[in-house]
Protein backbone atom coordinates (compact mmCIF):
# COMPACT_ATOMS: atom_id res chain seq x y z
CA UNK A 1 0.00 0.00 0.00
CA UNK A 2 0.91 3.57 -0.89
CA UNK A 3 2.16 6.29 1.30
CA UNK A 4 -0.49 8.62 -0.09
CA UNK A 5 -2.94 5.97 0.50
CA UNK A 6 -2.45 5.11 3.71
CA UNK A 7 -2.16 8.98 4.80
CA UNK A 8 -6.03 8.87 3.00
CA UNK A 9 -7.45 5.64 4.95
CA UNK A 10 -5.52 7.16 8.45
CA UNK A 11 -7.16 10.67 7.28
CA UNK A 12 -10.77 9.11 6.74
CA UNK A 13 -11.05 7.10 9.55
CA UNK A 14 -9.85 9.85 12.15
CA UNK A 15 -12.71 12.12 10.65
CA UNK A 16 -15.22 9.15 10.63
CA UNK A 17 -14.24 8.57 14.79
CA UNK A 18 -15.24 12.30 14.92
CA UNK A 19 -18.10 12.80 13.00
CA UNK A 20 -19.73 8.95 14.33
CA UNK A 21 -21.98 8.91 17.68
CA UNK A 22 -22.55 5.50 17.54
CA UNK A 23 -19.79 2.77 18.84
CA UNK A 24 -16.23 2.29 18.49
CA UNK A 25 -15.74 1.30 14.77
CA UNK A 26 -14.35 -2.29 14.23
CA UNK A 27 -11.29 -2.45 12.16
CA UNK A 28 -13.28 -5.13 9.90
CA UNK A 29 -13.96 -3.23 6.44
CA UNK A 30 -15.52 -4.23 3.28
CA UNK A 31 -15.41 -3.16 -0.68
CA UNK A 32 -18.93 -3.05 -2.29
CA UNK A 33 -19.13 -2.34 -5.87
CA UNK A 34 -21.38 0.97 -5.98
CA UNK A 35 -21.14 1.29 -9.78
CA UNK A 36 -20.39 -1.59 -12.59
CA UNK A 37 -19.86 -0.78 -16.42
CA UNK A 38 -21.07 2.88 -17.02
CA UNK A 39 -19.60 5.48 -19.26
CA UNK A 40 -19.40 8.19 -16.60
CA UNK A 41 -19.56 8.83 -13.07
CA UNK A 42 -20.26 12.19 -11.34
CA UNK A 43 -18.62 12.99 -8.23
CA UNK A 44 -19.38 15.65 -5.66
CA UNK A 45 -17.65 16.71 -2.39
CA UNK A 46 -16.25 19.22 -0.06
CA UNK A 47 -12.54 18.76 0.56
CA UNK A 48 -11.95 15.60 -1.05
CA UNK A 49 -8.79 13.88 -1.31
CA UNK A 50 -7.54 12.13 -4.36
CA UNK A 51 -4.75 9.71 -5.34
CA UNK A 52 -4.02 7.78 -8.70
CA UNK A 53 -2.81 4.61 -8.87
CA UNK A 54 0.93 5.29 -7.76
CA UNK A 55 -0.33 7.57 -4.66
CA UNK A 56 0.36 10.80 -6.14
CA UNK A 57 -1.85 13.46 -5.36
CA UNK A 58 -4.63 14.27 -8.18
CA UNK A 59 -6.20 17.74 -7.71
CA UNK A 60 -9.88 17.67 -7.59
CA UNK A 61 -12.65 20.10 -8.01
CA UNK A 62 -15.85 20.11 -6.11
CA UNK A 63 -17.98 18.48 -8.76
CA UNK A 64 -16.13 16.61 -11.33
CA UNK A 65 -16.44 13.52 -13.65
CA UNK A 66 -14.86 10.26 -14.03
CA UNK A 67 -15.51 8.74 -17.40
CA UNK A 68 -14.63 5.38 -19.30
CA UNK A 69 -11.06 5.66 -21.78
CA UNK A 70 -9.81 2.50 -24.08
CA UNK A 71 -8.03 0.71 -20.71
CA UNK A 72 -7.68 3.38 -18.51
CA UNK A 73 -10.51 5.91 -16.79
CA UNK A 74 -10.11 9.34 -17.28
CA UNK A 75 -10.64 12.26 -15.22
CA UNK A 76 -12.50 15.66 -15.56
CA UNK A 77 -9.37 17.12 -16.63
CA UNK A 78 -9.01 14.86 -19.73
CA UNK A 79 -5.27 12.79 -17.54
CA UNK A 80 -5.77 8.87 -18.13
CA UNK A 81 -5.76 6.68 -14.93
CA UNK A 82 -5.95 3.52 -13.83
CA UNK A 83 -7.45 3.93 -10.77
CA UNK A 84 -8.61 7.18 -9.29
CA UNK A 85 -8.90 6.63 -4.86
CA UNK A 86 -10.58 9.37 -2.99
CA UNK A 87 -12.26 10.38 -0.05
CA UNK A 88 -13.87 13.10 1.74
CA UNK A 89 -13.82 14.60 5.86
CA UNK A 90 -17.60 14.12 5.68
CA UNK A 91 -18.95 12.17 3.01
CA UNK A 92 -18.35 11.66 -1.46
CA UNK A 93 -21.51 11.99 -3.59
CA UNK A 94 -21.29 9.48 -6.61
CA UNK A 95 -23.92 10.17 -9.08
CA UNK A 96 -25.49 12.12 -6.21
CA UNK A 97 -25.86 9.46 -3.66
CA UNK A 98 -23.96 10.16 -0.60
CA UNK A 99 -21.14 7.62 1.01
CA UNK A 100 -18.44 7.33 3.45
CA UNK A 101 -14.98 5.77 3.78
CA UNK A 102 -12.61 5.65 0.49
CA UNK A 103 -13.85 5.59 -3.22
CA UNK A 104 -11.73 3.58 -5.73
CA UNK A 105 -12.39 4.00 -9.45
CA UNK A 106 -11.08 1.38 -11.91
CA UNK A 107 -11.43 0.91 -15.58
CA UNK A 108 -13.05 -2.21 -16.76
CA UNK A 109 -14.58 -4.08 -20.09
CA UNK A 110 -18.27 -2.76 -19.83
CA UNK A 111 -16.71 0.84 -18.51
CA UNK A 112 -16.19 2.65 -14.84
CA UNK A 113 -16.21 0.44 -12.28
CA UNK A 114 -16.86 2.50 -8.54
CA UNK A 115 -15.85 0.45 -5.44
CA UNK A 116 -17.24 1.99 -1.79
CA UNK A 117 -14.01 0.41 0.94
CA UNK A 118 -15.87 1.26 4.34
CA UNK A 119 -15.90 -0.34 8.04
CA UNK A 120 -18.27 -3.24 7.82
CA UNK A 121 -20.57 -1.86 10.87
CA UNK A 122 -20.62 1.06 8.83
CA UNK A 123 -21.75 -0.23 5.68
CA UNK A 124 -24.49 -2.07 7.26
CA UNK A 125 -26.47 1.17 8.83
CA UNK A 126 -26.73 1.72 5.53
CA UNK A 127 -27.99 -1.16 4.42
CA UNK A 128 -30.95 -1.71 6.65
CA UNK A 129 -33.38 0.72 4.87
CA UNK A 130 -32.54 -0.88 1.18
CA UNK A 131 -33.36 -3.94 2.59
CA UNK A 132 -36.27 -3.61 5.65
CA UNK A 133 -37.74 -1.20 7.05
CA UNK A 134 -35.79 0.51 10.45
CA UNK A 135 -39.18 0.99 11.56
CA UNK A 136 -40.16 -2.49 11.74
CA UNK A 137 -40.16 -4.12 15.35
CA UNK A 138 -36.61 -3.94 16.53
CA UNK A 139 -36.03 -7.28 17.58
CA UNK A 140 -36.58 -8.02 12.77
CA UNK A 141 -34.20 -5.46 12.68
CA UNK A 142 -31.04 -6.41 15.03
CA UNK A 143 -31.99 -10.13 13.10
CA UNK A 144 -31.55 -8.29 9.51
CA UNK A 145 -27.86 -6.86 11.09
CA UNK A 146 -26.63 -10.05 11.99
CA UNK A 147 -28.07 -11.85 8.93
CA UNK A 148 -26.28 -9.17 6.66
CA UNK A 149 -23.03 -8.44 8.81
CA UNK A 150 -22.58 -12.65 8.12
CA UNK A 151 -23.36 -12.73 4.46
CA UNK A 152 -20.89 -9.61 4.15
CA UNK A 153 -18.12 -11.67 6.67
CA UNK A 154 -18.49 -14.70 4.17
CA UNK A 155 -18.43 -13.06 0.99
CA UNK A 156 -15.31 -11.27 1.93
CA UNK A 157 -13.63 -14.77 2.59
CA UNK A 158 -14.74 -16.17 -0.32
CA UNK A 159 -13.80 -13.32 -2.77
CA UNK A 160 -10.33 -12.53 -1.18
CA UNK A 161 -8.35 -10.47 -3.57
CA UNK A 162 -10.85 -9.12 -6.15
CA UNK A 163 -11.08 -5.42 -6.37
CA UNK A 164 -14.54 -6.02 -4.24
CA UNK A 165 -15.96 -8.38 -2.09
CA UNK A 166 -19.95 -7.43 -2.52
CA UNK A 167 -22.23 -5.79 -5.01
CA UNK A 168 -24.84 -3.54 -3.71
CA UNK A 169 -27.37 -4.92 -5.76
CA UNK A 170 -29.87 -8.04 -5.04
CA UNK A 171 -26.69 -10.19 -6.50
CA UNK A 172 -25.35 -9.61 -3.08
CA UNK A 173 -27.39 -6.80 -0.49
CA UNK A 174 -28.60 -3.70 -1.57
CA UNK A 175 -26.72 -0.67 -0.18
CA UNK A 176 -27.13 2.73 -1.46
CA UNK A 177 -24.65 4.88 0.86
CA UNK A 178 -25.83 7.10 4.37
CA UNK A 179 -28.48 8.80 2.93
CA UNK A 180 -30.94 6.93 4.34
CA UNK A 181 -29.56 6.51 7.52
CA UNK A 182 -31.17 6.48 10.52
CA UNK A 183 -30.84 6.11 14.32
CA UNK A 184 -32.89 3.18 14.72
CA UNK A 185 -30.83 1.10 11.64
CA UNK A 186 -27.15 2.25 13.90
CA UNK A 187 -28.94 0.57 16.78
CA UNK A 188 -29.37 -2.32 15.97
CA UNK A 189 -26.11 -2.58 14.06
CA UNK A 190 -24.61 -1.41 17.54
CA UNK A 191 -26.83 -3.61 19.61
CA UNK A 192 -25.63 -6.66 17.68
CA UNK A 193 -21.80 -5.56 16.99
CA UNK A 194 -19.87 -7.98 15.42
CA UNK A 195 -22.46 -10.74 15.67
CA UNK A 196 -22.39 -13.45 12.86
CA UNK A 197 -23.83 -16.83 12.93
CA UNK A 198 -21.97 -19.63 12.73
CA UNK A 199 -22.26 -23.88 12.10
CA UNK A 200 -19.76 -25.98 13.38
CA UNK A 201 -17.61 -23.19 13.74
CA UNK A 202 -17.53 -21.43 10.49
CA UNK A 203 -19.58 -18.20 9.58
CA UNK A 204 -22.66 -19.25 7.24
CA UNK A 205 -23.87 -18.41 3.82
CA UNK A 206 -26.84 -16.67 5.66
CA UNK A 207 -28.86 -15.82 2.66
CA UNK A 208 -32.15 -14.32 2.77
CA UNK A 209 -35.20 -12.77 1.26
CA UNK A 210 -38.42 -10.84 1.26
CA UNK A 211 -41.06 -13.53 1.63
CA UNK A 212 -41.20 -17.23 1.44
CA UNK A 213 -45.00 -17.76 0.84
CA UNK A 214 -45.86 -20.21 3.42
CA UNK A 215 -42.38 -22.37 3.30
CA UNK A 216 -38.84 -21.42 3.01
CA UNK A 217 -36.72 -23.23 0.29
CA UNK A 218 -33.76 -25.69 0.76
CA UNK A 219 -30.75 -24.32 -1.15
CA UNK A 220 -30.49 -27.47 -2.55
CA UNK A 221 -33.18 -26.96 -4.18
CA UNK A 222 -31.89 -23.27 -5.71
CA UNK A 223 -28.14 -23.85 -6.09
CA UNK A 224 -27.65 -27.81 -5.36
CA UNK A 225 -25.81 -27.40 -2.22
CA UNK A 226 -27.12 -29.16 0.78
CA UNK A 227 -26.33 -26.97 3.78
CA UNK A 228 -27.69 -28.60 7.12
CA UNK A 229 -28.66 -24.96 7.92
CA UNK A 230 -30.57 -24.40 4.47
CA UNK A 231 -33.14 -26.84 4.34
CA UNK A 232 -36.25 -25.37 4.54
CA UNK A 233 -38.46 -24.30 7.55
CA UNK A 234 -41.99 -23.51 7.34
CA UNK A 235 -43.23 -19.96 7.78
CA UNK A 236 -47.25 -19.35 7.89
CA UNK A 237 -45.76 -15.44 9.20
CA UNK A 238 -45.67 -13.90 5.96
CA UNK A 239 -48.60 -14.55 4.46
CA UNK A 240 -50.83 -11.10 5.01
CA UNK A 241 -47.63 -9.39 3.64
CA UNK A 242 -48.14 -7.18 0.67
CA UNK A 243 -45.43 -8.59 -1.46
CA UNK A 244 -46.43 -12.57 -1.21
CA UNK A 245 -49.21 -12.34 -3.45
CA UNK A 246 -48.26 -11.54 -7.31
CA UNK A 247 -49.75 -12.38 -10.78
CA UNK A 248 -48.48 -11.02 -13.94
CA UNK A 249 -49.66 -11.67 -17.89
CA UNK A 250 -47.34 -12.25 -20.01
CA UNK A 251 -48.03 -13.02 -23.79
CA UNK A 252 -46.44 -16.27 -25.51
CA UNK A 253 -44.51 -14.39 -27.82
CA UNK A 254 -42.87 -12.34 -24.91
CA UNK A 255 -42.19 -15.90 -22.99
CA UNK A 256 -40.26 -17.14 -26.07
CA UNK A 257 -38.09 -13.98 -26.95
CA UNK A 258 -37.32 -13.96 -22.78
CA UNK A 259 -36.30 -17.61 -23.00
CA UNK A 260 -34.18 -17.24 -26.08
CA UNK A 261 -32.28 -14.30 -24.92
CA UNK A 262 -31.13 -16.03 -22.18
CA UNK A 263 -29.80 -19.08 -24.55
CA UNK A 264 -32.76 -21.17 -24.79
CA UNK A 265 -34.17 -22.23 -28.64
CA UNK A 266 -38.29 -22.79 -28.68
CA UNK A 267 -39.54 -21.74 -31.81
CA UNK A 268 -43.54 -21.29 -32.15
CA UNK A 269 -43.98 -21.80 -28.33
CA UNK A 270 -47.91 -22.88 -27.87
CA UNK A 271 -47.89 -23.16 -24.11
CA UNK A 272 -46.69 -23.63 -20.72
CA UNK A 273 -47.49 -26.87 -18.34
CA UNK A 274 -46.11 -26.60 -14.58
CA UNK A 275 -44.55 -29.70 -13.66
CA UNK A 276 -43.78 -31.34 -10.33
CA UNK A 277 -43.72 -28.90 -6.60
CA UNK A 278 -41.49 -30.06 -4.25
CA UNK A 279 -41.59 -29.90 -0.50
CA UNK A 280 -41.97 -26.40 -0.02
CA UNK A 281 -44.52 -26.16 -2.55
CA UNK A 282 -42.42 -24.76 -5.31
CA UNK A 283 -41.97 -25.71 -9.10
CA UNK A 284 -39.04 -28.12 -10.05
CA UNK A 285 -39.54 -27.65 -13.59
CA UNK A 286 -41.48 -25.67 -16.36
CA UNK A 287 -42.49 -27.29 -19.49
CA UNK A 288 -42.95 -24.81 -22.70
CA UNK A 289 -45.21 -27.21 -25.21
CA UNK A 290 -44.36 -26.29 -29.11
CA UNK A 291 -44.84 -28.03 -32.60
CA UNK A 292 -41.46 -29.01 -33.10
CA UNK A 293 -40.88 -30.23 -29.74
CA UNK A 294 -41.28 -29.64 -25.48
CA UNK A 295 -38.94 -27.49 -23.59
CA UNK A 296 -38.54 -28.86 -19.98
CA UNK A 297 -36.72 -25.88 -18.02
CA UNK A 298 -36.43 -25.87 -13.87
CA UNK A 299 -38.32 -23.69 -12.32
CA UNK A 300 -35.18 -21.73 -11.06
CA UNK A 301 -33.55 -21.18 -14.46
CA UNK A 302 -37.02 -20.53 -16.06
CA UNK A 303 -37.84 -17.72 -12.79
CA UNK A 304 -34.04 -16.50 -14.05
CA UNK A 305 -34.47 -16.48 -17.08
CA UNK A 306 -38.12 -14.59 -17.63
CA UNK A 307 -36.58 -12.35 -14.70
CA UNK A 308 -36.67 -11.92 -10.99
CA UNK A 309 -38.94 -9.24 -10.91
CA UNK A 310 -41.60 -10.85 -13.26
CA UNK A 311 -41.56 -14.08 -11.80
CA UNK A 312 -41.02 -13.17 -8.30
CA UNK A 313 -41.48 -16.60 -6.98
CA UNK A 314 -41.09 -20.43 -8.14
CA UNK A 315 -44.20 -20.88 -6.02
CA UNK A 316 -46.64 -20.50 -9.09
CA UNK A 317 -49.47 -21.31 -11.43
CA UNK A 318 -49.84 -20.94 -15.23
CA UNK A 319 -53.05 -20.35 -16.77
CA UNK A 320 -53.45 -19.72 -20.68
CA UNK A 321 -55.84 -17.30 -21.81
CA UNK A 322 -55.53 -17.03 -25.53
CA UNK A 323 -52.04 -16.25 -26.28
CA UNK A 324 -51.89 -14.95 -23.13
CA UNK A 325 -49.61 -16.45 -19.97
CA UNK A 326 -51.17 -15.46 -16.30
CA UNK A 327 -49.35 -16.73 -13.81
CA UNK A 328 -50.18 -16.32 -10.05
CA UNK A 329 -47.78 -17.21 -7.12
CA UNK A 330 -46.71 -16.65 -3.74
CA UNK A 331 -43.64 -15.16 -1.92
CA UNK A 332 -40.84 -13.14 -3.35
CA UNK A 333 -37.29 -14.19 -4.01
CA UNK A 334 -35.37 -17.67 -3.62
CA UNK A 335 -36.94 -18.46 -0.50
CA UNK A 336 -33.75 -20.13 0.99
CA UNK A 337 -33.00 -18.46 4.85
CA UNK A 338 -34.67 -16.00 6.40
CA UNK A 339 -38.10 -14.65 5.29
CA UNK A 340 -38.06 -10.78 6.24
CA UNK A 341 -41.29 -10.08 6.29
CA UNK A 342 -41.82 -13.69 8.54
CA UNK A 343 -39.05 -12.25 10.57
CA UNK A 344 -40.86 -8.83 11.19
CA UNK A 345 -44.19 -10.82 12.43
CA UNK A 346 -42.22 -12.89 14.56
CA UNK A 347 -40.53 -10.28 16.19
CA UNK A 348 -44.32 -8.77 16.16
CA UNK A 349 -45.17 -11.55 18.19
CA UNK A 350 -42.30 -10.98 21.12
CA UNK A 351 -39.48 -13.32 19.55
CA UNK A 352 -36.16 -11.78 20.17
CA UNK A 353 -33.82 -11.22 17.10
CA UNK A 354 -31.40 -15.02 18.49
CA UNK A 355 -35.09 -16.83 18.58
CA UNK A 356 -35.56 -15.56 15.01
CA UNK A 357 -32.28 -16.61 13.87
CA UNK A 358 -32.51 -20.18 15.36
CA UNK A 359 -36.09 -20.75 13.33
CA UNK A 360 -35.07 -19.64 10.45
CA UNK A 361 -31.48 -20.83 10.00
CA UNK A 362 -31.67 -24.57 11.99
CA UNK A 363 -28.40 -25.25 13.85
CA UNK A 364 -26.72 -22.02 13.80
CA UNK A 365 -25.79 -19.96 16.70
CA UNK A 366 -25.27 -16.19 16.78
CA UNK A 367 -21.40 -15.64 17.44
CA UNK A 368 -19.22 -12.76 18.33
CA UNK A 369 -16.17 -12.07 15.48
CA UNK A 370 -13.06 -12.79 17.10
Same mark, same amino acid.
Given at each position: ?11 ? *? ?75 ? @? ?12 ? $? ?46 ? *? ?64 ? *? *? ?13 ? $? ?81 ? @? ?53
Amino acid at each position: MSISRIILSIFT *ALLLLSTLSTAAIRPESVRVAIIKGVNEVAVDGDGLLAADEKGNPVTLSSSSSVRKGSSTIIYADGRALKRLTLSAP @TRVRINGKSYRGII $DFYPSDKGVLVVNELPIEEYLVGLINCEISSLWPVEAVKAQAVIARSY *AVYQKDARRGALYHLESSVMDQVYDGIDIEDSRAARAVQETSGEVLTYAGAVIQAFYHSSCGGHTE *A *AQNVWGADLPYLRGV $DCKYCLSAPSTKWETTLSMQKVESLLKAAGYRIPDAGSIRTGEINRSGRLQDVTIKAAKGDLLISGVNFRKSIGYSIIKSTNF @TVKMRGDDVIFSGLGNGHGVGLCQWGSKQRAGDGFNYREILSYYYPGAGVEKLK
